[in-house]
């Protein structure tokens, strides 16, 4: 991965959590949301996002085995919790129960934030970040 791709510092008792969250609600996949801060510019080398709180979200989806919508209501709560704690929206994750840990084709239509899509591999454990609809692969760094 180059010094230029964006990062996301992702504190590994949140890691943890994701994880958490991705194998309660196996076979579906889970949905939930990051809250933290931009650490610099993202499209500059060494900027990207600091990750501090994890917000687990409801699957909604008519197909839950194999796509994800967040219930409005959850993810509505979570966005006003981070707004409270100062924090923004600094990713989402969801989680591909059989894998592979790389977005859809669904997943790059649906993106709608310009933030980091996290997808948890259950069968691998594998879990990487996107930016989307682009495609361009984030850097996840543990951080304590």
Request: include cysteine; aromatic fraction near 8%; charge should be negative.
């Amino acid at each position: 991965m180059s010094d230029a791709a964006p990062r996301l510092l992702l504190p590994r008792r949140l890691e943890t959590q994701l994880w958490q969250h991705a194998r309660r609600d196996a076979p579906q996949e889970c949905v939930g949301v990051l809250g933290g801060w931009q650490v610099g510019d993202w499209s500059v080398a060494g900027g990207g996002w600091q990750a501090s709180r994890l917000y687990p979200l409801v699957n909604r989806a008519a197909h839950p085995q194999r796509e994800y919508l967040a219930e409005a209501a959850g993810l509505l709560r979570a966005l006003k919790s981070m707004r409270a704690e100062a924090l923004e929206l600094v990713a989402i994750y969801h989680s591909h129960p059989h894998g592979p840990a790389h977005f859809s084709l669904t997943d790059q239509q649906q993106a709608a934030y310009d933030v980091p899509y996290l997808i948890a591999d259950l069968f691998s454990g594998h879990l990487s970040a996107y930016l989307l609809p682009e495609g361009v692969e984030c850097e996840l760094r543990p951080d304590e």
